[in-house]
């Protein structure tokens, strides 16, 4: 299978827009809950682990610039392994907990205006989640135009090529 080559450009535009929006949402956490701040922190570092280690290091683009925000850079910390095929599963998986940790903050910023066990927002915070969703809105529309769009692991759903298998199988 032939890959796409993403240009290095591409993964750094990628990950100037999720690393920020990443530190964002735990700094608005930080100090709002501390809780919400743990469990968010907790996520995002199994997701850089765990994930790098059943996603990437089957990914055809280990090692390689990929719109996935350097994951396939970080996988490294793994050995390539070549042994099992890529998992659309573990990808999915992966791709539906960064989404629902991305909501966490959301979540608390609702909290908040209810005053529900999270202390009510200031205006800085408004600003904030404001450009905490600007920044998480443009890096998944980005990510999804230079990244899912151009992707040729049909064992993805969300990737070109198992769009364009689906489509022929009709």
Request: net charge positive; glycine share 8%; proline share 2%.
């Amino acid at each position: 299978m032939s890959r796409v080559h993403w240009s290095r450009q591409t993964m750094l535009l990628n990950s100037l827009l999720f690393y920020p929006a990443v530190f964002l949402g735990g700094y608005v956490l930080w100090g709002k809950s501390a809780v919400m701040f743990w469990a968010y922190a907790a996520v995002w570092l199994g997701v850089i682990v765990l994930g790098r280690y059943f996603v990437c290091r089957r990914c055809q683009y280990y090692g390689v610039a990929c719109p996935s925000f350097g994951y396939s850079y970080m996988a490294r910390m793994f050995k390539k392994d070549e042994s099992k095929p890529f998992s659309g599963l573990a990808c999915h998986i992966d791709a539906f907990v960064q989404m629902l940790v991305m909501l966490l903050p959301v979540l608390a910023w609702i909290l908040g205006a209810f005053d529900i066990a999270v202390a009510k927002y200031k205006t800085t915070d408004h600003i904030l989640m404001g450009i905490y969703v600007t920044l998480a809105v443009l890096m998944l529309g980005v990510h999804s135009a230079t990244g899912c769009n151009r992707c040729d692991i049909a064992e993805c759903r969300l990737s070109r090529a198992a769009r364009d298998r689906k489509s022929k199988a009709q």
